[in-house]
C-alpha cells in the first residue's frame, strides 16, 4: 500500500505493527486528514482545555490518541514544556510531525507510534489528556483511572467523551447500545479518582454539524486524489457516520473535562 515514510525519529512502541496500521487507520486518513481537531470542538474550545491545562517551562505533557497533534502542539507553543504524543494511526502520527515543525513552540514534542495502554503507567507527567479515544481503556471510569496513573500529583488531566445527554431515556439507549455513563456517573468517576474538576462542557450542535462537515470535506478530497473503488467505499462509509451521528445526538453528547489529580500530602 502506497503511504509516506515515517519518520526516522518517530517512536514505535514496541509490539506495534507498523504496516498493518498504515492499512487499518487509512479510512480515518481519509475521513479526517483535512482536520486539525479530529473531534466536535471548536478551535476556542480546544484553547480553552489548553488555557486549563496551563502548562509552565519544564512540564511534561503527555497525549494519548493524540491525533493530529493539535493540542500538544498548543500546549507546546504556550510554554517550554517536554511532549509526547501517542497515536495507532502512523497517518496522524506523520502530520502531527510535519505540523509541529511548522509551528514556533517554546518547548520540545516528540511523536510515538503505538497503543496508549502500552505506556508505562508510573506518574512522571504533569498533563496527560485524552480526547475520544476512551475505547482504549474500556470506557470513561478505565480511561481516567489510566490517566491518573500517569500524572504526578497535582498535575492535571482531559478526557473527551460521549456520555447520555440529560433527559435522554436510558432504558431506549440500553436497548440499541448497553450501558452509557450520564453526566452524574462521570462525575461521580471522577470524583472517586482524586481528581477535582477544573473545565467542563459539552460540544454544541454547531460543533457537531462543523466536525460532520469536515468529515465529508475530506472524503470528497480523499476521493478526487484517490479515485477508485476504495475512495467510493469511503464515501459510503461517511454517509454511514453521517447518519449514526444523526440518530445518536438525539440522545447523546460529548463532554471534556479537565481536572487537577490529587496533590501529593
Keep these: 500500500m502506497d503511504h509516506p515514510p515515517l519518520p526516522s525519529d518517530v517512536v514505535v512502541l514496541p509490539g506495534t505493527d507498523v504496516e498493518g496500521e498504515w492499512k487499518r487507520f487509512r479510512i480515518f486518513e481519509a475521513l479526517h486528514h483535512l482536520m486539525r481537531i479530529c473531534n466536535p470542538?471548536?478551535?476556542?474550545?480546544?484553547?480553552?482545555?489548553a488555557d486549563v491545562l496551563d502548562p509552565q517551562p519544564d512540564q511534561s505533557a503527555l497525549d494519548i490518541a493524540c491525533g493530529h497533534g493539535e493540542l500538544l502542539i498548543r500546549?507546546?507553543?504556550?510554554?517550554?514544556?517536554?511532549?509526547?504524543?501517542?497515536?495507532?494511526?502512523?497517518?496522524?502520527i506523520v502530520r502531527a510531525h510535519h505540523e509541529a515543525r511548522?509551528?514556533?513552540?517554546?518547548g520540545t514534542v516528540e511523536w510515538h507510534?503505538?497503543?496508549?495502554?502500552?505506556?508505562?503507567?508510573?506518574?512522571?507527567n504533569d498533563i496527560v489528556t485524552c480526547l475520544g479515544a476512551s475505547w482504549i481503556w474500556h470506557g470513561f471510569a478505565g480511561t481516567v483511572r489510566a490517566l491518573v496513573s500517569k500524572t504526578t500529583p497535582g498535575g492535571r488531566i482531559a478526557i473527551g467523551d460521549l456520555r447520555?445527554?440529560?433527559?435522554?431515556?436510558?432504558d431506549a439507549v440500553f436497548a440499541e447500545h448497553g450501558s452509557v455513563s450520564t453526566k452524574a456517573d462521570q462525575e461521580e468517576v471522577i470524583a472517586a479518582a482524586g481528581v477535582t474538576?477544573?473545565?467542563?462542557?459539552?460540544?454544541?450542535?454547531?460543533?457537531w454539524v462543523d466536525y460532520q462537515d469536515r468529515i465529508l470535506d475530506s472524503a470528497e478530497s480523499y476521493q478526487l486524489a484517490n479515485p477508485g473503488p476504495k475512495a467510493e467505499a469511503f464515501r459510503r462509509e461517511e454517509a454511514?457516520?453521517?447518519c449514526d451521528h444523526e440518530r445518536d445526538q438525539q440522545f447523546m453528547t460529548w463532554t471534556v473535562w479537565v481536572g487537577e489529580t490529587q496533590p501529593s500530602r
Design 41 to 49: 470542538m471548536t478551535s476556542a474550545d480546544l484553547d480553552a482545555v
Design 75 to 92: 500546549l507546546a507553543e504556550r510554554a517550554a514544556i517536554d511532549g509526547i504524543g501517542v497515536d495507532l494511526s502512523p497517518w496522524v
Design 102 to 106: 511548522q509551528r514556533p513552540l517554546l
Design 113 to 124: 507510534l503505538g497503543n496508549g495502554r502500552d505506556l508505562p503507567a508510573s506518574p512522571t
Design 164 to 170: 447520555l445527554r440529560d433527559g435522554a431515556d436510558a
Design 197 to 207: 474538576p477544573l473545565l467542563a462542557f459539552d460540544a454544541d450542535r454547531a460543533s
Design 240 to 242: 454511514q457516520w453521517r
